[in-house]
């Protein structure tokens, strides 16, 4: 037990965690990438298939109005579990990259022009910065970038330049995927506020692993993904501030969208249904629900406190491994659950084939951040992210198998000397 934290009670709701690879059990460190589902979420599936599939908003008998209530009741967990002011800011879409771009469409083309600034961090993941490339393309304007200093920080001094009066949006995240970096996105929102520009933070790395309160935040958007928080996939979240989504023209048209059709034009139903055109994905929407539901019982707070003391104790043990290059800051407080890393001598491919072999799950590569691998001169990194379900066991065996990496690719590299 870490901080109170029952984290064998928490492993025991997670079946894929009893999953033997090449004989030994499953260490799963590569919940940044996704995570893993609690029996909960999976029940919350196979029941509304097997006890109340039917469409939403549209059928007047009782299995329709079943799924509506539980499609609109998860709108109100997601709604709860971040503080927005209401359910109706919500919007349902697929993931974090379509949250993105729903607001590069609906509120991009008529809110930025020719010179007008859009500001982006050089930490950002691919989906927070193709669907700003191609809007600067598109609009004429320009797209600016907030650096990264050595330690993986956001080197905010440069905001005083980089926001002027033309800047349109801030679109930044909460917690990089790589370098695990926290970063001040209330000031930043703050600042962009100051400047009249709007604010979006990509939040895929820290909903789910911390308390997020989007009106402390003040963030115009908002955008997260189901699959990373122990919901299923092809369910992502918007939020978006009232005025704003009732101002923004439509995504996509469709049915469920619009209040009324004629031949020459329509008119659009009232957010959150006028961004959730034809038929949704009503079995993830509700499982993602239980996903709240089973988070809200670990208790946010607790589950980043897990997360932090885990994190502690392997950047202590990284901090012992000669050879090894850790990215992003070495305090826990700033940084969540993510460490980023190289070997000399030894590929991060080559890294995750041993880990591999002995059952541990990390990620190696690029991580969808081409422009921080550049910024610090790697083509990839390792990466092993945590969760709720991790432990200190876990953790070690991360070391050992680093250690493995070293001895197997440190004899191959002075054998072929
Ligand atoms: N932003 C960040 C910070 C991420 O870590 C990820 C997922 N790796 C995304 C955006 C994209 O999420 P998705 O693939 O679910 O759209």
């Not at 059990?25 to 029940?43: E, F, G, N």
């Not at 908003?57 to 709108?75: C, K, P």
């Not at 917690?175 to 929102?189: A, D, E, M, R, Y």
């Not at 041993?354 to 541990?360: G, P, R, V, Y």
Request: hydrophobic letters at 40%.
């Amino acid at each position: 037990m870490q901080n109170g934290f029952d984290v064998q009670a928490v492993r025991q709701d997670f079946p894929i965690l009893d999953v033997q690879v090449h004989g030994k059990p499953l260490v799963y460190l590569d919940s940044a990438a996704t995570s893993q589902k609690p029996q909960a979420v999976i029940d919350s599936l196979v029941d509304y298939y097997t006890r109340y599939n039917a469409n939403v908003h549209r059928g007047i008998y009782t299995l329709s109005e079943q799924a509506t209530a539980a499609y609109e009741d998860a709108r109100a967990k997601v709604a709860r579990f971040i503080n927005a002011p209401s359910p109706e800011c919500i919007i349902f879409v697929r993931n974090t990259t379509e949250a993105i771009n729903l607001v590069r469409f609906a509120w991009g083309f008529d809110n930025v022009g020719a010179n007008d600034e859009i500001l982006i961090s050089e930490m950002e993941h691919h989906s927070n910065l193709v669907p700003w490339q191609l809007l600067a393309q598109d609009r004429g304007a320009e797209l600016r970038y907030l650096r990264v200093n050595n330690e993986g920080r956001l080197m905010l001094d440069g905001l005083d330049v980089l926001i002027t009066e033309r800047t349109r949006l801030i679109a930044v995240s909460h917690v990089s995927n790589v370098l695990g970096t926290i970063n001040p996105v209330k000031g930043i929102v703050k600042r962009g506020h100051k400047f009249g520009s709007l604010v979006l933070v990509d939040a895929a790395q820290s909903v789910p692993h911390m308390p997020v309160d989007v009106q402390e935040m003040d963030c115009d958007f908002l955008a997260f993904s189901g699959h990373k928080m122990m919901g299923p996939t092809g369910v992502g979240v918007l939020y978006a501030k009232p005025h704003l989504l009732e101002a923004m023209r439509p995504f996509m048209g469709g049915g469920s969208m619009i209040r009324k059709v004629m031949l020459s034009e329509s008119t659009w139903a009232d957010a959150p249904q006028k961004f959730e055109a034809g038929t949704p994905n009503i079995a993830d929407v509700i499982a993602l629900g239980a996903a709240v539901d089973y988070l809200n019982e670990l208790g946010m707070d607790d589950v980043r406190e897990h997360e932090l003391s885990l994190t502690q104790y392997a950047l202590d043990a990284l901090r012992e491994v000669t050879g090894l290059r850790m990215f992003g800051p070495w305090e826990p407080q700033t940084r969540g659950g993510v460490v980023s890393f190289v070997l000399d001598g030894v590929h991060p491919h080559d890294i995750a084939q041993i880990l591999d072999s002995e059952a541990i799950a990390i990620r190696a590569g690029h991580h969808c951040c081409q422009p921080l691998m550049r910024r610090y001169n790697v083509a990839a990194t390792a990466r092993a992210s945590f969760y709720a379900y991790n432990t200190e066991e876990e953790v070690d065996a991360l070391i050992d198998g680093i250690h493995k990496a070293q001895r197997v690719f440190g004899h191959a590299v002075e054998r072929s000397l």
